[in-house]
Nanobody
Framework: QEQLVESGGGLVQAGASLNISCVIDKSVLFLHAMGWFRQSPGKEREFVASISSSGDMTEYEDSVKGRFTISRDNRRRVMFLRMNSLRPEDTAVYYC??????????????????WGQGIQVTVSS
């Protein structure tokens, strides 16, 4: 049973927008920091964005600043990533991550113990 499940990926053209979501399974009591990471073919998984438990603190990788927006709805147990002005270089498998430890927000993969299986986002030129 997956504890984090991503949805909403797909194929879009460059310049388009896409929303992806991450649902937290009920078996997970509460997640403090949550984040999105991505992995392109032949590359290591990299940080995209993170958000604190209350949503008041966010961080972004430089190449997505101003284009991507991370948010969460704790009542619905869902985290979102709104991606605007998509580029072919944004093509990757996107992973959501979370931690039950009291971490406010983190770009470090080692800070997260919960991971989704990943969802493909493909941006055509």
């Amino acid at each position: 049973q997956e504890q984090l499940v991503e949805s909403g990926g797909g194929l879009v053209q460059a310049g388009a927008s896409l929303n992806i979501s991450c649902v937290i399974d009920k078996s997970v009591l509460f997640l403090h920091a949550m984040g999105w990471f991505r992995q392109s073919p032949g590359k290591e998984r990299e940080f995209v964005a993170s958000i604190s438990s209350s949503g008041d603190m966010t961080e972004y990788e430089d190449s997505v600043k101003g284009r991507f927006t991370i948010s969460r709805d704790n009542r619905r147990r869902v985290m979102f990533l709104r991606m605007n002005s998509l580029r072919p270089e944004d093509t990757a498998v996107y992973y959501c991550a979370g931690t039950g430890r009291r971490v406010s927000s983190s770009a470090r993969q080692k800070d997260y113990e919960y991971w989704g299986q990943g969802i493909q986002v493909t941006v055509s030129s």
